[in-house]
């Protein structure tokens, strides 16, 4: 069965930083484009960021965008999300997230079809 199981995730003051990893199960993986989501208590589950197959395309949500940096290492089948000057707003659980034939800059607006179990992410002031 196909797996995406990040990693990373825990207690963090604001202002500091987190370094997310989502490592698939399968070689496939390396050709998909790969995403992080995020659900914080009480709300929908919103898109972070996306990266393309080839890593040169990425995109971010506003509200992250210049603080975190999506990345990949295909020979390692992983995705990683570099969290800087982390907020208290950025309280959630992290969501890795793959699919083969979403672009990267279309992510946020179509579900993914792979999903990770989640990690939680807490900021603390």
């Known amino acids: 069965q196909v797996q995406l199981v990040e990693s990373g995730g825990g207690l963090v003051q604001a202002g500091g930083s987190l370094r997310l990893s989502c490592a698939a199960s399968?070689?496939?993986?390396?050709?998909?484009?790969m995403g992080w989501f995020r659900q914080a208590p009480g709300k929908e589950r919103e898109f972070v960021a996306a990266?393309?197959?080839?890593?040169?395309?990425?995109q971010y949500a506003d509200s992250v965008e210049g603080r975190f940096t999506i990345s990949r290492e295909n020979a390692k089948i992983t995705v990683y999300l570099q969290m800087n000057s982390l907020k208290l707003e950025d309280t959630a659980v992290y969501y890795c997230?793959?699919?083969?034939?979403?672009?990267?800059?279309?992510?946020?607006?179509?579900?993914?079809?792979?999903w990770g179990q989640g990690t939680q992410v807490t900021v603390f002031s």
């Open positions: 990266i393309n197959w080839s890593a040169d395309k990425t």
């Open positions: 399968e070689r496939t993986f390396s050709t998909y484009t």
């Open positions: 997230a793959a699919d083969k034939f979403i672009a990267a800059q279309a992510m946020g607006a179509i579900r993914p079809g792979y």
